[in-house]
């Protein structure tokens, strides 16, 4: 199928954590659908909290990526702007990391404020927060992995 919509999660782990619960449910009930092709790149390998029935691969394949990709921490943002591929970037900032562990400034500035990213928030107070922390828009608000809110953000 030539129009086939294909989307690729990058994470750390797919580890048991509710970011990885809602995202696996999406794009398992993304895969009943013969229009799209959901995937997800991790770098470190372990234990999903519920069966993926989609495709699941290290990170070195998404070097030859080429759909609608989504990277859910500031390290895999960093990591898919640095690899020269011919996917669309996003990150969804599920939580402000930031907050809650010291990161360095620039190092977190310099991905959010990167032209080629797009950024989704979790919830309108994480726009806000965004927002006002990286003086960048986000693309779109969308709680718990809502794939008809972020099907409208991705493919606009």
């Not at 954590?17 to 799209?36: H, R, W």
């Not at 997800?40 to 394949?61: Q, R, V």
């Not at 943002?77 to 996003?90: E, G």
Request: glycine share 2%; aromatic share 14%; net charge positive.
């Amino acid at each position: 199928n030539t129009s086939m919509k294909k989307i690729a999660a990058i994470l750390e782990t797919l580890s048991t954590s509710q970011e990885s619960f809602y995202l696996i449910k999406a794009f398992n009930k993304m895969k009943e659908d013969t229009d799209y092709s959901p995937m997800c790149f991790y770098s470190t390998l372990s234990a999903a909290p519920i069966t993926p029935f989609f495709a699941c691969m290290n990170i070195s394949y998404y070097a030859k990526f080429d759909g609608v990709a989504i990277a859910t921490s500031i390290d895999c943002a960093n990591m898919m702007i640095k690899t020269k591929n011919n996917a669309k970037k996003f990150l969804y900032l599920w939580d402000l990391e930031w907050l809650r562990k010291p990161m360095d400034f620039n190092y977190v500035s310099s991905i959010l404020r990167n032209p080629a990213l797009n950024i989704i928030t979790r919830s309108d107070s994480h726009k806000e927060l965004f927002e006002n922390y990286s003086n960048k828009k986000v693309s779109g608000v969308v709680d718990g992995w809502d794939m008809k809110k972020m099907e409208k953000i991705l493919w606009m």
